[in-house]
């Protein structure tokens, strides 16, 4: 795709390196995590069940909450690693360790700078929603990364006239391809920002060609075949789920209403990228301030992928940090940018060494907070851990990178504090694998399933809180109901039962029989009501979760 040299060969290299070690290495050490990751998967999982490549499935039904590339994915993962935890995050991670190349491949487009590439590269491998989004099973970073290569190939063919053919094919491919990770969204948000970018620039007639109208095909020979046969199967079942529910609905009622606010995007962008937010802060606001005074149009462009990002998902009410993770990359660069050309070009001294110092309190302040809760509260880590031996290293390796940083930046050797800086956030993911097993109870289902398997003659349905459903229903293979009372049903309906009465709670109980249950605190008080016709007793507690057996009472 592009010319590469030698020198960027080694850089890739190195970033390829870096990324593997950020985003991937240790992936398998925690299982998979509730409520998400076990929904991704289980659907994957019940495809090879049901012997189909092209239904997903949930609970043994279709559901249709999402598109099927990930599911492609992780059927292959699972063809080659088996199904576990490390298949399952496995083509997410691979997908971050191409976004950190491709972020490489757009700046040296557009900057034709190695260095300031490199950076940016840096910047967005080591912030703390790109490491967790790489790391997890998502849809989301799969999504961005084919916009990324959709808006670099673009890129690409925009800079040369001799690249446009190929160019724009492939940005409509990646486009498409994005149109079967997520939706209509992966053609919309490269459309728009394109768009925006050339009126801006008063070059519309760029899109006036037959590269475009056969771009245009292509996506569309990509993206529709599935769409087509799902419609054609399933009907309204299909196109009321995907497309209402999942997409109409969502732009006009709040699935997390706490987050429907004007600020939450905003915020997303600052903290979604630390710890490099300060400096994010300062470089948006000089990009803003300079932008017809720079020469380059990756600058402009950048703030058109920023700028039509927000215009699309801002005004929707259901919002959560991963909708806007497309526009990352953009903040990447944008930030790149501001740090290299203060630091080389002396452009923005007092700016530089203002977000410098910032951030170097806030790195103090974290590690304080770690201290504090290591010496006077090892009893709620203790909770977690089986020991505080862990912590201590984790304080200590925080403290090294915090010094390191504060000696380079006394000295004005920028440079070493920001190398010290991208090793912050994946150093919280270094100490994983110290950490016993004794974590996992709070974030998988794993050890509950595994402890109700090994010690109970499961027979029928359990019962579970609602955040452990897919979980307890992924490790088990069992039915599931969720107990709720008083909830709201899933955004997209399950096919389960739902108990959200103490009324619906007790006839279901009577009509099985003796039951277990995996439930949070508050359902064994749910459960607790009931205890004048049943007999009910906490089994076993692992984590926060708490195993319990439930009958009917003799003669009632």
């Known amino acids: 795709m592009l010319r590469i040299k030698n020198v960027h060969l080694i850089n890739i290299f190195v970033l390829a390196i870096l990324a593997y070690l950020f985003l991937m290495f240790g992936n398998q050490v925690v299982s998979l995590t509730n409520p ?25 039904q279709p559901q249709f909450e999402k598109p099927i590339f990930l599911y492609w994915l992780m059927r292959a993962g699972f063809l080659v690693f088996g199904i576990n935890s490390f298949s399952a995050r496995f083509f997410p991670s ?23 590439a490199f950076l940016a590269s840096l910047i967005m491998m080591s912030s703390g929603l790109y490491i967790g989004l790489s790391r997890s099973v998502f849809t989301d970073l799969i999504f961005t990364v084919f916009i990324l290569f959709s808006m670099l190939s673009f890129f690409w063919a925009y800079s040369n006239s001799q690249r446009k053919w190929p160019g724009v094919l492939l940005a409509f491919f990646f486009a498409g391809c994005a149109v079967l990770s997520k939706g209509p969204l992966g053609f919309l948000i490269p459309a728009l920002v394109i ?8 070059e519309l007639k760029f899109l006036v060609s037959r590269h475009f109208f056969f771009g245009f095909l292509l996506m569309l020979a990509v993206s529709l075949p599935w769409y087509i046969l799902m419609i054609q199967k399933y009907g309204q079942t299909f196109t009321g789920e995907f497309f209402y529910n999942d997409h109409i609905r969502r732009l006009l009622e709040a699935e997390h209403v706490a987050a429907d606010t004007w600020h939450f995007y905003p915020l997303t962008m600052v903290w979604g990228l630390f710890p490099w937010s300060v400096y994010l802060v ?23 992928w920023i700028l039509g990002t927000l215009l699309i998902f801002q005004p929707a009410h259901s919002k959560l940090s991963s909708y806007i993770f497309p526009l990352f990359p953009a903040l990447a660069i944008v930030t790149g940018d501001f740090i290299y050309e203060a630091m080389v070009n002396k452009r923005w001294p007092r700016a530089l060494f203002t977000a410098t110092l910032i951030t170097g309190i806030v790195l103090v302040i974290f590690d304080a907070a770690l201290l504090v809760a290591v010496l006077f509260f090892p009893n709620q880590i203790l909770a977690y851990i089986s020991s505080v031996g862990p912590m201590y290293l984790w304080l200590l390796l925080f403290l090294a990178i915090t010094i390191a940083y504060f000696a380079a930046f006394l000295k004005k050797k920028y440079l070493i504090s920001f190398y010290a800086l991208i090793f912050f956030i994946p150093a919280m993911f270094c100490i994983v694998p110290l950490v016993d097993s004794k974590v996992e109870p709070f974030v998988s289902s794993r050890d509950v399933c595994d402890y109700l398997l090994k010690n109970h003659k499961i027979k029928n349905t359990i019962i579970t809180s609602k955040f452990y459903a897919r979980g307890v229903h992924y490790y088990t293979d069992m039915p599931v109901a969720v107990i709720d009372i008083p909830g709201k049903p899933y955004f997209s309906p399950h096919p389960i039962p739902f108990l959200d009465s103490d009324k619906k709670v007790a006839d279901f109980i009577r009509k099985q029989g003796k039951t277990y249950c995996v439930l949070k605190k508050s359902s064994v008080e749910d459960i607790d009501r009931q205890s004048k016709e049943f007999d009910y007793q906490v089994i076993k507690t692992i984590g926060n979760v708490f195993v319990v057996e439930i009958a009917p009472r003799k003669g009632k």
């Not at 768009?195 to 008063?202: G, H, P, S, T």
Request: glycine share 6%; net charge positive; with cysteine.
């Open 282 to 304: 300062i470089a948006v606001f000089l990009l803003l301030k300079n932008l017809y005074k720079r020469s380059e149009p990756i600058c402009l462009f950048c703030a058109a």
């Open 195 to 202: 768009f925006l970018f050339l009126a801006v620039r008063k």
């Open 36 to 60: 998400d990751e076990v929904f991704y998967t289980m659907t994957a999982k019940e495809m090879v069940q049901q012997n189909t490549w092209m239904t997903p499935y949930l609970f043994g």
């Open 94 to 116: 691979l997908f971050g360790i191409l976004g950190v190349i491709a972020i490489y491949l757009l700046a040296v487009v557009g900057f034709k700078n190695q260095k300031k």
